[in-house]
């Protein structure tokens, strides 16, 4: 499986930017997927994450209300609306795939493939 991360930019705070993943070679196993961002000299925190099977979402508490997370199972792309944007979103925003039985959407040493990351740069 091959994880192709893009639409990241430059934006004002209070915009809006759409990441997309598209996945590609043996899809048909990816259970759940994840957006993780990570900032200079942070953690790579998990924004928001979505079951392939039935579509359920998970969003971290500082993304709520602004960022939406949704797929696309015939274009095997799972895709990221930003709203809102502020600074503190800055960072290289990855997604990454988990195959399996069960989604563990928090835990990154699940996840069995990594896109090349897309950076957001939210200017104020």
């Known amino acids: 499986v091959q994880l192709q991360a893009s639409g990241g930019g430059l934006v004002r705070a209070r915009g809006s930017l759409r990441l997309s993943c598209a996945a590609s070679?043996?899809?048909?196993?990816?259970?759940?997927v994840g957006w993780f961002r990570q900032a200079p000299g942070k953690e790579r925190d998990l924004v928001a994450a979505?079951?392939?099977?039935?579509?359920?979402?998970y969003y971290a508490d500082f993304v709520k209300g602004r960022f939406t997370i949704s797929r696309d199972n015939a274009k095997n792309t799972v895709y990221l609306q930003m709203n809102s944007l502020d600074p503190e979103d800055t960072a290289v925003y990855y997604c990454?795939?988990?195959?399996?039985?069960?989604?563990?959407?928090?835990?990154?040493?699940?996840?069995?493939?990594w896109g090349q990351g897309t950076l957001v740069t939210v200017s104020s």
């Open positions: 979505i079951r392939r099977s039935d579509g359920v979402t």
């Open positions: 070679g043996r899809t048909f196993g990816i259970i759940g």
């Open positions: 990454a795939a988990q195959t399996g039985l069960y989604y563990y959407k928090d835990l990154k040493a699940e996840y069995d493939y």
